[in-house]
């Protein structure tokens, strides 16, 4: 990989950067991004070479780039791929880092029509509670997952340089439909972060608020810890996976229904069941894994 | 304190014993439980110096006790409450270490009537994964909180008594109502129980369960690690404090109702106001709090 573009240079652009220079595997990197503070951060920490606010004549570097790696937020990668699809060369091969993919697939569709078979939808599965350039670092994938969701016209070498790219950040790659990934992730991600937003939500909005956050202790804190990620990174996330998101509340909702119902009617022996199959699948997949340490987006 | 009385000497009450063993604040201690095996652990680690199963003649124990502790499960604290009163002496201090309040102390007014004023309602807010004498040490409650709920019925010298007991085994000792205790806990801790149950269990009966298990990451973990808490101790806290939690479960479904109709709607002004607040109290309680590292119950 001779020249990448990374549009969105924070902590994931920057730590991809950073990793693939570890590995000797990219000749230069190209920065572009919204604000020049966060820019200058990047440069002066060696993760691009050159660097170019959205203001500035960034496209023309779009032509001769092997690959173009869109790590904006959410929200921005569709207008982003409008842009690219307009310079991009006809061997460029454009990749993203957001977190929901169907919404991603569609821009792509739309931006890039015919030649969208150079475009792979991705997604590693990484973070910190840091963002930014200053916050990068070259092992921030490693052991992590990054999830591709190619399709049936998505061009095999195109797929491999993508895969190639992140399994050199150290990253495993697995291989998900967009419509799977996207039902998964709201399951495992999006719902939780909902349900954690809307519990501190809930009772910050008390009378006795004060008291309340008083008394809590360290399962309070575990389960709420989400709750203090960015609402705007979360707003653009829920609404990219709404359909899916929308799915995995309402199910939510009918089993959170029938433990309040039982709760309700005192009935000791179908709430033992559920928290029981609860426990029991918690404790399972708590011995079958080992938790990566950063948090997932 | 001369004689000490535990019945259930498991993690709560055999810390308990031992705090006041290393303090040098009591005389002896009589266990009370319902396994041999576990009252063997108790003697061998010097926890307590008689040990009695709930089958051989505990109750004669109680006339010369100075205290009597229940640390039980909270639904066996009502029974032992009737048990007790029929036989501890006339200045015998009672007290119990339930994660509920409203019910224990009813439960005590109908055992002991006008002796009420001898018991002495009381949470300590500490426990870990671990259950059992074996998994008893003497730190477990060092700066962590106990609340005590006496009534206007309570004897002051008895409250000063646990009071006094609490503070050397190193614990705060702060006083609430007992309704108050029990809707603050219900919001900060059995209510997020019952969330992090629910996620799981629905997550669970999926017929896609192995897949998304297979993708959850460290935020899954956080959330969701109460969810592995025991189902029989839960089905007791949240049947125990019934009327508070299903408030609280109504008030959270009304916040996560209207956190799914911004979603289903695609408001992202309304769902990153609501985000919004979530995020920057959850923040100001982190920064406020230095969390204690044990588990609450």
Chains 1, 2 share one sequence.
Not at 263 to 279: H, K, N, T, Y
């Amino acid at each position: 990989m001779k020249r990448l573009v990374i549009v969105g240079v924070g902590l994931i652009g920057g730590s991809c950067a950073l990793a693939l220079k570890a590995a000797g595997a990219v000749g230069e990197v190209v920065g572009v991004g919204r604000t020049r503070g966060n820019l200058d951060d990047a440069r002066s920490r060696g993760i691009v070479e050159r660097a170019y606010t959205l203001d500035d004549r960034w496209t023309d570097e779009l032509r001769e780039a092997d690959v173009v790696l869109v790590a904006t937020p959410v929200a921005q990668i569709a207008p982003m791929l409008a842009t690219i699809a307009a310079h991009s060369g006809p061997r460029t091969v454009v990749t993203d880092a957001g977190s929901t993919k169907q919404d991603v697939v569609a821009a792509a569709a739309k931006a890039f029509g015919e030649r969208a078979e150079r475009f792979v939808p991705a997604h590693p599965i990484a973070g910190t509670e840091h963002s930014g350039a200053a916050a990068a670092f070259p092992t921030l994938f490693r052991d992590r997952t990054t999830i591709l969701t190619p399709g049936a016209h998505t061009a095999p070498d195109a797929v491999a340089t993508i895969r190639t790219l992140w399994e050199t950040c150290g990253a495993r790659v697995s291989i998900l439909d967009p419509a799977q990934h996207d039902r998964i992730f709201a399951a495992v991600s999006h719902l939780p972060h909902v349900l954690a937003f809307a519990l501190v939500a809930e009772l910050a909005a008390r009378p006795d608020a004060a008291d309340v956050f008083a008394h809590a202790a360290s399962g309070f804190r575990d389960f709420t810890r989400i709750a203090g990620s960015s609402p705007e990174m979360w707003r653009d996330i829920a609404l990219a996976n709404r359909a899916a998101l929308s799915d995995a509340l309402r199910d939510y909702r009918t089993m959170l229904d029938r433990m309040a119902q039982a709760i309700e009617r005192g009935d000791g022996v179908a709430l033992e069941e559920l928290f029981a199959q609860a426990s029991d699948a918690r404790r399972r997949w708590q011995a079958a894994t080992t938790a990566p340490k950063p948090v997932d987006r």
